[in-house]
């Protein structure tokens, strides 16, 4: 499948929802619930506004295959009714990069088309969130007939994770204690997200192999960072591009699309 800068898919994507944009401000009701629209043009300006968090509740896998939302975190909706009802807040900023919202907070929720989204806004709301929208994909595009990637498209997926070329070092982001409680993957280091930048940019080479097992890489070697769903992943990719580094992909999609394609290989 041939893919399309992130421009040209907003064109693209701005062209069709201006002829569905009653549609779009609507109420609809599934399951008996009414759910807020929020149009494209909304969830653009979302993208830019930090006080709105927009919630992503594909699988892992479906964002490996046609990219993500800018600024958009992933939480499957198998899992948001946990983690937005039981995951103290220390946890969620560490997990996804950004603060818990609060029962104020305006959440946008979207998936492929709409529904699991709509399910997602329907277990926000039953939890106390009263300020909540719903991204109908729908009404807008089918989020498989094209793909949307954030950034400059550099993104590994699982097989090159998987088969890692002989010199990529495969760095992963998350805290020690998140690899206590699900495994690691093979051949990765762990470099906290918080140390990142001051590892790359201070530490001698000595100090660096001392502290974390491996040879500290040079500017031009293959990197590949990881965490959970790859949004700190992104983040330390951005850091250590500012420090000169040109060779970084950061795998989309994390431990939990690891974990998923491990287990139906």
């Not at 893919?3 to 929802?17: E, H, K, P, W």
């Not at 609060?102 to 979207?110: A, C, M, N, Q």
């Not at 590892?199 to 590949?224: C, M, R, T």
Request: glycine share 6%; with cysteine.
């Amino acid at each position: 499948m041939k893919t399309i800068s992130a421009n040209v898919y907003l064109l693209i994507l701005s062209i069709i929802s201006a002829g569905s944009a009653a549609e779009l401000t609507k109420q609809y009701e599934p399951g008996g619930r009414m759910v807020k629209i929020v149009s494209f043009e909304e969830l653009k300006a979302a993208t830019t506004n930090p006080n709105i968090l927009i919630i992503d509740v594909r699988e892992p896998h479906e964002l490996q295959e046609t990219g993500v939302v800018p600024n958009s975190i992933n939480i499957p909706l198998a899992t948001v009714k946990d983690v937005l009802a039981s995951s103290p807040g220390e946890d969620f900023k560490k997990t996804f990069g950004k603060d818990k919202p609060d029962l104020d907070s305006e959440i946008i929720f979207t998936c492929r088309s709409g529904k699991r989204s709509a399910a997602a806004y329907a277990i926000a709301e039953d939890l106390g969130y009263k300020n909540l929208k719903n991204f109908d994909g729908e009404n807008s595009i089918n989020f498989a007939s094209i793909r949307l990637y954030s950034g400059d498209n550099k993104l590994a997926l699982f097989e090159e994770v998987k088969n890692l070329k002989a010199g990529t070092t495969l760095i992963d982001v998350r805290e020690p204690k998140e690899l206590k409680e699900t495994g690691v993957i093979p051949k990765s280091f762990n470099i906290p997200l918080g140390e990142v930048e001051d590892a790359f940019k201070s530490l001698s080479n000595e100090a660096f192999q001392k502290k974390y097992g491996l040879q500290k890489p040079k500017e031009d070697y293959p990197l590949v960072f990881s965490c959970r769903s790859g949004v700190r992943s992104a983040k330390a990719m951005a850091a250590v591009e500012k420090l000169g580094y040109n060779n970084v992909k950061n795998y989309k999609g994390g431990w939990l699309d690891w974990e998923e394609q491990s287990k139906s290989k």
